[in-house]
């Protein structure tokens, strides 16, 4: 059915349920009545008034027994700060390790991107699906190819900045770039598409640091982003520091975040995949140049929780500096597409270390407004505020008898409904971009 009209208004819709709304790390509001207004103004669909639905049914004289309640709960979208749209297929296969899964599974799959129509057939159906758990916006890595890149942004919404790997050293023959090709294949992604490209080199061992330094001042010039790996294992960085102790003018580089700095790569624009292993000295230059962590606890998971084995993020020695961070789900070393999977991984990892400060609604803003925050659309994406973008999600509600009293409580509710992790995938009923209906599952009102 369609969202509330009043009086078949072509400039009003209105949707009525129990409601979150983060707003920080410990501030998330609820409202277990509440009314979503949004209003067709300047040729967007942006919230009109947010509230109890009794207030707000009152402000607008409209009679509130006449807007009917929809079934599930009501949330702003999520925004996934670091994924691989193309390596959907690669997410439940065995990994053992990050640097034998990427040889064996991952490589061998993003090849298969360089054929236009098997890269069109994919696309089409992730991003259709990526939309039906309730992700509407992030950034998001491709394959090298030109064909790959053409097709997500075919499908994405707006609000995903994407950008080819770059690899031109150490991977296999079939993915390998000249350093030329590379910084060409970023250029057509400018030009192309502007600044939804994001620049992304792959992860310094397999990216030259001569097409890392051209890159990163093309992203600078146009105001791009930039994306890439760190630190996720402690075999990889010892790899990669093994790799530039013989590359000119990093002999001397004692840890893997200096090379980025040394590349130009750093800045309040890039966002950096992963970031569990840092040194004292990787913190400081992380927040002394404003760059931005994804954290992926899903794909950092244990490999008995089906993620990489790579640790566990500590994200309170990184809000002690200032630096800024969101959730990521690493599809494909996160098993599943949905944020509600990568909270439950936040809070449950921490939990078993004792970490308590990982909450629920911690979790919540660490995939919404935080999210969007790093990636510049918190002015009008994110949450919920007057002004904004109409954008919500409903999924589905927690039994009737759970106590659902505070947010803390109505998000474990909600979570625990999962029998088992794929479930996740499946929690999002309606997905609303802009007002405008992308996904639904289930009719929105009852």
Known sequence: MKLFAPNSSTKLKAVRGRLLNPMSDTDCQLYQDALLVGRFHGGEWLVDAIGPAKDIATSYGWNLKEIPSCEGTLLPPFYDTHFHWVQDDVRQMPKASLLEWLERYTFPEEARFEDPAYAENKAKAFWSRILGTGTA????????????????????????????AMMTMNCPDFLRQRKREAIAAARYGVETYGDRYCVSPRFAPTTHPEVMKETAKLANKNGLFQQTHLDETRAEIEWVLGIYSDIAGFEDVETYTEIYERCGVLGPRTVMGHAIHLEETELELLARSDTAIASCPSSNAPVDDDGLGSGLFNFEQV??????WALASDIGGGPYLSMFDVMSSFVSQNRDEGVFAATYCKALYRSTLAGAQILG???????????????????????????????????????????????????????????????????LIS
């Open 377 to 443: 659309h918190a002015d009008h994406k994110g949450n919920f505020a007057t002004g904004k973008s109409f954008d919500f999600i409903e999924c589905i509600a927690p039994p009737s008898d759970a106590k659902c009293g505070t947010a803390e409580e109505l998000l474990l509710a909600t979570i625990g409904q999962a029998q088992n992790r794929s479930e996740f995938d499946n929690f999002v009923l309606r997905t609303i971009i802009d007002g405008q209906s992308v996904f639904e599952k289930e009719p």
């Open 137 to 164: 916006g992030g950034l998001c890595y491709s394959s090298i190819h030109d064909t790959a890149l053409d097709a997500a942004m075919k499908y994405a919404p707006p609000c995903f900045r994407i950008g080819g």
């Open 319 to 324: 809000e002690e500096r200032g630096i800024r």
